[in-house]
């Protein structure tokens, strides 16, 4: 299943968005003029993931994350664009989600919530 970057950035606000999930699933994170970093998703919510990542990009830099996130017995194919809020060079990078489709967030949130 396949997800298509549309409709306005997530304003959702409240307990689930910040409740967050380990995960450990390889993503790309693609920046300006092509630039690309590979990594794992570390941990993941409504609002955004943490991307452990060998090249990291600096706060403020708007990229489009790319990962498969395993719902057994579903694999759902992410793709957002995002924004880069904290950096810690060479090592990881937390993104925050800007659009996120209504499928893609029920699917996140489903993920999420397996958690408890």
């Given at each position: 299943m396949s997800f298509?970057?549309?409709?306005?950035?997530?304003?959702?606000?409240?307990?689930?968005r910040d409740k967050r999930r380990d995960a450990n699933w390889l993503t790309q994170v693609e920046?300006?003029?092509g630039s690309s970093s590979l990594g794992r998703v570390a941990n993941i919510s409504l609002g955004g993931l943490l991307v452990k990542s060998a090249t990291t990009f600096t706060p403020g830099t708007r990229v489009t994350v790319r990962f498969h996130m395993r719902l057994a017995p579903e694999t759902h194919f992410i793709?957002?664009?995002?924004?880069?809020?904290?950096?810690?060079?060479?090592a990881?990078?937390?993104?925050?989600?800007?659009?996120?489709?209504?499928?893609?967030r029920r699917a996140l949130g489903d993920y999420v919530l397996r958690s408890s």
């Open positions: 298509t970057l549309t409709g306005p950035p997530e304003t959702h606000a409240g307990p689930l920046g300006p003029a793709e957002s664009r995002g924004l880069v809020v904290h950096e810690e060079i060479g990881r990078m937390g993104i925050q989600f800007l659009q996120l489709q209504a499928s893609a």
